[in-house]
């Protein structure tokens, strides 16, 4: 299926960069690269797009998903593969993701590596790339990550919570060691799962199984603990380089703040729904089943010190959405596979027949047992645009470094992408901020029928996506449901 990359001239736009805003400038693309970026370019083009009263900025870069994710042993799997996941986070203005590579037992981390980078290559409609899980720390396996680096595959993911993938502190240190002599990056889950299970054993003997007590379960106490632990680890590992995920707590932000001014290489992110949404949502959402996510929604008097660090960038510096969604189905244990799928022509059909994952049906599964994430992929943009910079908690450079150049720098991929330098990818979004819309999940492009952000209002769409110089999105509809993504490989850091 072959597609003219066409040479393509936006007029007019207001053009935002992590530096500034360009007023009215023109933004030139050719063989899906950016050639230039000035006030009046008069060179003929393919196509002339009119981007007067709009904002044009770099597309959108996700660093954190799980698509087509089996989570736990009854390997339920999240509800958008690599090309219904791509799909609609092109619609929402992400051109590029990272996901996750998680080696079976009888795997090696190159096996893994192999067979996931193979799956997103025959079905992704955008450019991608991974993190290694690194969910054991045999020698064998540490032995690995050198040349997991070398593939272009550069951070490494570990967790201090769930079984099956957690390591001890003694092994997490360990593979840090392994990483940092590689020159990769350690990606932490930081939870304390002592105190999870502590927890989640008293509510469970009180009786307490509805997703309401979820968050008292994964309590902000138990993150911040996990949180100093991790750091104290980075100043113990030399060279290391440190990135803690899905921070939902500001103590959590200024303890990563603390650790970069300390000389530290260390990183946070943090997700949408700790900046715009809350707790109250346990008691208030229509199905609060899809709320099960770690960590959990939190106070609501987080979110503006969240946003204000995010603004800051010294220490939680992009925003991610940790998407894993599942349908309603499948959290309460009818199936272990979505009950409906997106094909290459872009129709919704259902999904095949599954199996039942929970064995004491029609019981509803008490939430410590059912698959844990939230949709959050095409949204992202919307949201930090509407809660962020709308309501004036931060710029639009600041918003351009949050959504693409941060996550760009850090993982290895600027300025190839995350900007609009001369040569980098042609990945561009032009965002009309005139429209109003409400989100739902009846009008979503994810395959998940539920919706944390159900109801909520948002400022502004992404009327034309462009990846790689071809218009894969224009006024809401996918132009080439046949395009090719590639996998970005990484260099080792310096």
């Known amino acids: 299926f072959f597609v003219k990359i066409m040479k393509i001239l936006i007029k007019g ?23 230039k970026m000035e006030a009046n370019i008069t060179e003929t083009a393919d196509t002339i797009i009119d981007a007067k009263g709009k904002l044009v900025f770099p597309g959108g870069i996700d660093p954190h998903v799980h698509l087509e994710y089996p989570q736990g042993g009854a390997h339920i799997y999240s509800a958008d593969d690599f090309f219904s996941g791509s799909v609609a986070a092109l619609h929402g203005g992400t051109t590029t993701f990272l996901d996750f590579i998680e080696a079976t037992p009888k795997e090696s981390l190159m ?25 054991r720390a045999d020698d064998a396996t540490l032995a690995e990550v050198e040349q997991v680096a070398r593939e272009g595959v550069t951070s490494f993911k570990m967790y201090t919570a769930y079984d099956g993938v957690r390591l001890g502190e003694a092994d997490m240190e360990k593979a840090m060691n392994a990483v940092a002599r590689a020159r990769g990056l350690t990606i932490v889950h930081s939870e304390d799962f ?13 009786g ?6 979820h968050p008292m379960c994964h309590c902000i106490e138990g993150e911040v603990a996990s949180n100093r632990v991790i750091v104290a680890m980075a100043h113990r590992v030399p060279n290391a380089h440190t990135h803690i995920v899905h921070v939902s707590t500001p103590q959590g932000a200024l303890l990563v703040e603390e650790a970069r001014r300390s000389g530290l290489d260390f990183s946070g992110e943090v997700c949408p729904q700790y900046l715009c949404i809350d707790e109250s949502l346990y008691k208030t959402h229509p199905d609060p089943t899809c709320l099960v996510m770690s960590p959990p929604l939190r106070p609501r008097e987080g979110c503006t010190p969240l946003f204000e660090a995010l603004a ?23 199936r272990t596979h979505p009950d409906r799928q997106l094909t290459r022509e872009g129709q919704l059909v259902p999904g095949p ?19 844990g994430g939230g949709a959050g992929i095409e949204p992202r943009m919307q949201l930090i645009f509407t809660y962020g910079v709308q309501r004036g908690l931060m710029t639009l450079p600041q918003f351009v470094r949050a959504t693409s150049a941060a996550a760009a720098r850090r993982f290895g991929i600027y300025p190839q992408k995350g900007s609009f330098k001369a040569g980098a990818d042609a990945d561009v979004v032009i965002y009309d901020p005139t429209v109003r819309s409400t989100l739902s999940a009846a009008t979503s492009h994810m395959l998940s029928d539920r919706l944390p952000y159900e109801g909520m209002e948002v400022i502004g769409k992404p009327v034309v996506v462009i990846c790689r110089g071809e218009i894969l999105i224009r006024d809401g509809q996918c132009l080439n449901y ?5 996998f970005l490989a990484r260099e080792p850091l310096a």
């Open 194 to 206: 002592p105190t999870i299970q502590r927890l989640v054993a008293e509510h469970k003997a009180a």
């Open 111 to 135: 096996e893994a590596y192999r067979k996931r980078r193979a799956d997103a290559e025959a079905r992704s409609l955008t450019d991608f790339s991974f993190h290694m899980t690194v969910n």
């Open 353 to 371: 027949q599954d199996d039942p994952w929970y064995a004491q049906l029609p019981e509803v599964p008490p939430f410590f047992f059912m698959p």
């Open 13 to 35: 736009g207001n053009i935002a960069t992590e530096e500034c805003v360009y007023a009215g400038w023109d933004l030139l693309i050719d063989n899906g690269k950016i050639m």
């Open 312 to 334: 800051r960038g010294v220490g939680l510096d992009f925003v991610v959405t940790d998407h894993c969604p599942f349908t309603a189905r499948q959290r309460l244990g009818f």
């Open 482 to 486: 046949h395009a090719k993504g590639r």
């Open 208 to 213: 307490h199984t509805a997703p309401f007590y």
